[in-house]
């Protein structure tokens, strides 16, 4: 499984994992901040951007992606950041090879299984005329009568590619996501604790970090810190992104 992906910076090295429906640009701009100190790779996850497209989708086989992918740039500690679905290939990279991982960043997710959150989302992608749309602009008018949020439609859109022989395609592997939505909702599996250094950041307006289940998370990571951005949903690196920054380099910094 060869992923795509971008670096920049040098230092000790630190791999970023988009969420569901995302892609490695999605943090771009973060990561060329934190390539001051750092080794950055922003990677797309199987399934999504620019990496390969497979039938099969669940965390263990993201973490052994994500596995292939450090021993391809011949790293073998860095730190790992993930965000929603990318948080959880984090957490069960964390867990399957605690060896590999230096500090652990997880930016609004659990280690539970979470709710379904995505019917509207997934119905609208799927009726979304792809193989007739003739444009970004009528693109967006259809998302626009599915999904009022302008953000999220935008965030979607991102998918969108224009082939070279006309039309256009989604760059994620839609049908696949969708037929594997309940392995994406799934919890880690947990064999043993995860005993490093461990940052959960969740979005004070975001209800994907519940705080009434910090127990859970240091269950599976006993040496966890959490913290809150406050005006943040769970696109924190959106919403709030100097406070993310400010909250994971001084995580990173900590002796």
Known sequence: MELNYKSFGQGPPLVIL?????????????????????SVFIVDQRNHGRSPHTEDFN???LAEDLRGFLESQ????SHILGHSMGGKTAMQFALDYPEMVEKLVVV???PERNHSSHTDIFGALLDFPITTVQSRKEAEAFLAERLPDYGVRQFLLKNLS?????????????????????AILAAVELETPYEGPALFVR?????????????????????AQIQSIPEAG????????????AAVQNFLREA
């Not at 988009?18 to 934190?34: E, R, V």
């Not at 006309?166 to 594997?180: I, S």
């Not at 769970?234 to 920054?245: E, K, S, T």
């Open 59 to 61: 965390y263990r086989l």
């Open 18 to 38: 988009h969420g569901l429906f995302g892609m490695l640009d999605n943090w771009q701009t973060i990561a060329k901040q934190l390539a001051a100190q750092h």
């Open 74 to 77: 011949w790293i073998y500690r």
């Open 234 to 245: 769970h696109w924190v690196h959106a919403d709030q992104p100097d406070q993310l920054l």
């Open 108 to 110: 609004d997710i659990g």
């Open 203 to 223: 979005g004070a307006r975001s209800n994907y970090l519940d705080p009434e289940r910090f127990d859970e998370v240091r269950h599976f990571f006993p040496g």
């Open 162 to 182: 224009r082939q070279k022989t006309g039309g256009y395609r989604w760059k994620m592997n839609l049908p696949v996501l969708h037929r594997e939505y309940q």
